[in-house]
Each structure stands twice: as C-alpha cells, then as structure tokens.
C-alpha cells in the first residue's frame, strides 16, 4: 500500500496551467516570452505614442515623462499645448494618478473616452485600465471591474492591445476579489491570466496557495466549499509534500 510519504509530488505549475482555456478574442503571450516585462510594455508604449505624435512633441514627451509625478496641473498642460488632444488629456491624467489626485485622474480619463473614436487611439484602451485602477484606489470595487470588463471586451471585439493591458486586467480583476475575501473568483482569475500566457497569474497563484494553507484552521475551514480553494490547495500539497511532515494522530500537515 502506499502511505503518504510515498505519494509522487506533482508539478504545481502544470496543474495550474491545465486549469483553464485561453479566452477567445483575447491574445495569447507567446510560450517562448517566459515573462511579460515591464520594459516590453514600455517599448510598446514608445512606438505607439511614437506614431501618434511628431518627432518634436514625441522627443519633448521623453522628457516630460519623468516629471509627470512632480509638475503641476497647469505646467504640464502648457507644456502639452499643441499635442493632440487625446495625448494631452491622458498625460494630465497620468500625472494626476501619480500624484494621487485620482479624482481629477479619473476625470481627464473620461475625457479621453468621451472623444470621437476617430481621435481616441491609442489612449483608449490605456484611458480604461488606468480609469479601472483609479476606481479600485478610490475604494469602488464595482466600478473597477466594469471597466476592466469593457477594455476586454473591446479587445475581444479587435481593438489592438500592444501593451496587453486586457491581460493585465484579468490580474487586476483577480486582485480586487480578493480583497473582497472572494477566494475562489480570485484563484479562477488569476488561473484565466495564466492561461493567457502571463506568468503573473502563476506567481499570484503560488502566493495565495501559500497564503491559504497558513491561515488559521477557523478561517481556512468555511473557505474550503469552494472548488477552487479545494483544487488550488489540492495542487500545491500534492506539489509540496515533500516539505511538510505527517502527523497520525489529528491527520494535520505540520511544516
């Protein structure tokens, strides 16, 4: 018979890669890319603005960029004067998220929105994921994932997306369910932003594996009706067995 020492340990990361399909209309990050970086995302940023703007405003943007946490409301629109109006009125509210004044952020992103199609791109789909991040920094949850809800599904419907942010969003969206002590949706998320080939739905997928298996047993036992929870700490015991002892008498894992 074989005893639970004698369990084969499974590989946690292909258990969470076999947990879900990759969305139809949604893009794919190409296996051979172990790791979407933020540095990719930023190239993609430059080449897009790149055609959007002239050389001169696209060499002055280079160097605003770094002072948008600094400059004020009114300097940053003189100096932006003459840019295309969607390029303006993100880089306003840009700064203003980064100087926490996200009211006012969500503001100039709406903005954005509110324009004719035609003079939206590609501050779009960039206008919603950074508008979704401010609702959830402003403590409105449902607002937030409407909005990560709609860039998708303007995604899927074929806006381009060079930065993955509908990726991205998938993450984001997992994170707001799980601040709301949602578990289970948390986990289905993260598994879905795998499965899109972001290496970040795994890493945040090891991170709650952990944080569950070291709560305390009154709050991890009601958590344990969903399916989720099961599978995903199913999955990284099977995975980890190796690393923790078995004790007979109550039937518990002890590190």
């Not at 929105?113 to 401010?134: F, G, I, V």
């Not at 994932?145 to 995604?155: A, N, R």
């Not at 972001?198 to 036992?221: F, M, R, W």
């Amino acid at each position: 018979n074989i005893t639970m020492q004698e369990l084969p340990e499974t590989n946690f990361q292909y258990e969470m890669s076999q947990w879900a399909t990759p969305l139809k209309g949604l893009p794919v990050i190409p296996a051979t890319a172990e790791t979407w970086l933020e540095a990719d995302a930023l190239s993609a940023q430059m080449l897009a603005e790149k055609r959007k703007l002239s050389p001169s405003q696209f060499s002055q943007l280079q160097t605003l960029r770094p002072q948008l946490g600094t400059l004020t409301d009114a300097e940053l629109r003189q100096s932006t004067a003459g840019f295309p109006v969607s390029s303006q009125l993100y880089l306003l509210g840009a700064a203003a998220f980064q100087q926490g004044q996200l009211t006012l952020a969500e503001d100039y992103f709406l903005q954005v929105l509110a324009l004719p199609k035609t003079l939206q791109h590609p501050y779009d789909l960039w206008a919603l994921y950074s508008l979704a991040r401010s609702y959830r920094l402003q403590g409105l949850p449902d607002a937030a994932l409407q909005t990560f809800d709609k860039l998708q599904q303007q995604v899927s419907a074929g806006a381009a997306d060079p930065l993955n942010l509908a990726i991205s969003s998938l993450g984001e969206q997992a994170r707001l369910h799980r601040e709301q002590q949602a578990w289970g949706t948390a986990i289905q998320g993260y598994a879905q932003q795998y499965a899109q080939g972001d290496i970040g739905g795994y890493a945040s997928l090891k991170l709650l594996a952990k944080q569950l298996v070291n709560l305390p047993t009154v709050q991890l036992e009601p958590l344990l009706t969903d399916p989720n929870v099961q599978r995903l700490l199913v999955a990284w015991l099977l995975s980890t067995f190796s690393n923790y002892g078995y004790a007979n008498s109550g039937g518990i894992l002890t590190e």
